[in-house]
């Protein structure tokens, strides 16, 4: 652990990005995300590695797909209609089974929308905003510290499973600054071993192997061993955070920086003798739908706070399977919930749910 510093959250994600190994970066401006290549810009040259400002978002995301064929930690970074862009490039990664990092610090929307933060791509970042029969591991940090430390863990897990993984912050988390430090000692590229899938060239210059080619007829049995291993993922890799839920007649779900307004609200509505809780998906895929399930055996209802219309909770209520009420509290146009309008609601739904 290193001492407490006070960052930017875009900042800290970058820096955190070159401790965890980060060697290639590409990306193309876009607020609210700009921090972000512009530091990689400043620093990731002292570490031996490549910063390319792409010509688009099309190409950058290709560029990552070639750094990451090598086996290079590669990432890229943008923010919504930016990341709507890079799709395409996203699924061919999913197919080559290419572990990279892809940052979306989320934006108003739908279109080109506000640079206000909001948390709008949430389906197209866990349902997979391309084609085909594809997922990327999303990790939602609430804080400057966890993006900071979160791509280390990205890496890890995509490196693991051989597959893209997606940090989802919004605006207002990656411009916001706060004391943090990173919990990891930085990462030494050259002591992370050689991937054997990884593209080698030999002497005479003709490459080892090949990351992509035309399935045909072998894309059925590609697809089968994908989503078993996705299987696995969902069994093993969710990860959360509780506040008070054992006893709580009412759970707040909330992810990212609505989950921080949430706590607030929990904490005031205990004030007032209410009995609630706060349930955090730190995984937004793989969902943590078998934690939810179980609060929903002992609580009287759930309600998730977004910045957006209403999304997530499509995945809460799948997982509570119709045994409570779920009713969602959304801000969005990037807007932000206040503690105090959330307690509310969660007094009235408690009101409710007796």
């Known amino acids: ?14 820096e955190g ?10 990306g193309y401006p876009i607020t609210p995300q700009n921090e972000v290549p512009e530091y990689m810009s400043a620093h990731i040259a002292d570490e031996g590695g490549a910063f390319v400002q792409a010509e688009s978002e099309l190409a950058a995301i290709n560029m990552v797909y070639g750094a990451a064929a090598t086996g290079t930690r590669a990432m890229t970074s943008s923010s919504s209609p930016g990341i709507s862009l890079k799709q395409e490039g996203i699924t061919y990664l999913a197919s080559a089974d290419l572990p990279c990092l892809i940052v979306n610090v989320m934006r108003g929307g739908p279109g080109l929308g506000s640079i206000s933060g909001a948390q709008g791509d949430y389906f197209q970042a866990t349902r997979g905003g391309g084609n085909g029969d594809y ?3 999303v990790l939602a940090p609430n804080s400057v510290e966890e993006l900071g430390n979160f791509p280390k863990l990205a890496f890890d897990l995509a ?5 893209p993984a997606m940090i989802l912050a919004d605006g207002i988390l990656g411009q916001m600054m706060e004391s943090m430090a990173f919990n990891f000692d930085p990462v030494d590229p050259n002591k992370l071993g050689k991937f054997d899938w990884a593209v080698d060239i030999h002497k005479n210059g003709r490459a080892k192997a090949n990351v992509f080619s035309y399935k045909g007829d072998n894309l059925i049995a ?6 078993k291993r996705y299987g ?3 069994k093993t890799e969710a990860r959360f955070e509780e506040r008070n839920c054992e006893n709580a007649d009412v759970i707040l779900v ?3 920086l609505s989950s921080r307004a949430c706590l607030e609200a929990v904490n005031h509505a205990k004030e007032q003798g209410l009995k609630v809780g706060l349930f955090r998906p730190i995984t937004l895929w793989p969902f943590p739908e078998k934690q939810i399930a179980a609060l929903a055996g002992h609580c009287k209802g759930i309600l998730v706070a977004e910045m957006n219309a209403g999304q997530m909770i499509e995945d809460v209520r799948w997982a509570v399977n119709g045994r409570i009420p779920v009713r969602h509290y959304g801000r969005f146009g990037g ?8 307690k509310e609601e969660l007094i009235k739904f408690a009101n409710h749910a007796e």
């Open 135 to 137: 997922r990327v591991i």
């Open 335 to 342: 807007i932000v919930p206040d503690p105090s309008e959330i």
């Open 1 to 14: 652990m290193t001492e407490k510093t006070l960052r930017k959250g875009n900042e800290a994600l970058a």
């Open 232 to 234: 696995l993922i969902e």
């Open 222 to 227: 590609d697809v089968v061993e994908r989503a």
């Open 254 to 256: 909330a992810y990212g």
């Open 17 to 26: 990005a070159i401790r965890a190994g980060v060697r290639f970066f590409a």
């Open 159 to 163: 490196e693991k499973y051989r597959m």
